[in-house]
């Protein structure tokens, strides 16, 4: 845990702070770093892996009715 976030959602949040300061040119940008940063904390409060967890969950693919037919792959093919 980095200032109250997980390290994964620290560095995400100055990746994302860094971008907006460089495309904008304005130093507000740290202003909504810090409040993304305050969401996340929040985030953070409740369930330290909260974000690595959502991350988990959509790295999955979700399953389609038709697996069966394709060797267990998901097939969007109407048969």
């Avoid at 971008?19 to 953070?44: D, E, P, R, Y």
């Avoid at 369930?47 to 790295?59: D, F, I, N, Q, T």
Wanted: aromatic fraction near 18%; charge should be positive; charged fraction near 10%.
């Amino acid at each position: 845990m980095i200032m109250g976030v997980s390290y994964m959602y620290f560095v995400m949040n100055a990746m994302l702070t860094m971008l907006i300061f460089i495309n904008t040119k304005n130093f507000l940008a740290f202003v909504v770093g810090v409040v993304i940063h305050g969401f996340g904390f929040l985030l953070c409060m409740r369930e330290p892996r909260a974000v690595e967890l959502w991350l988990l969950r959509m790295s999955k693919g979700f399953q389609t009715w038709n697996r069966a037919f394709h060797y267990h792959t998901n097939s969007y093919d109407t048969y």
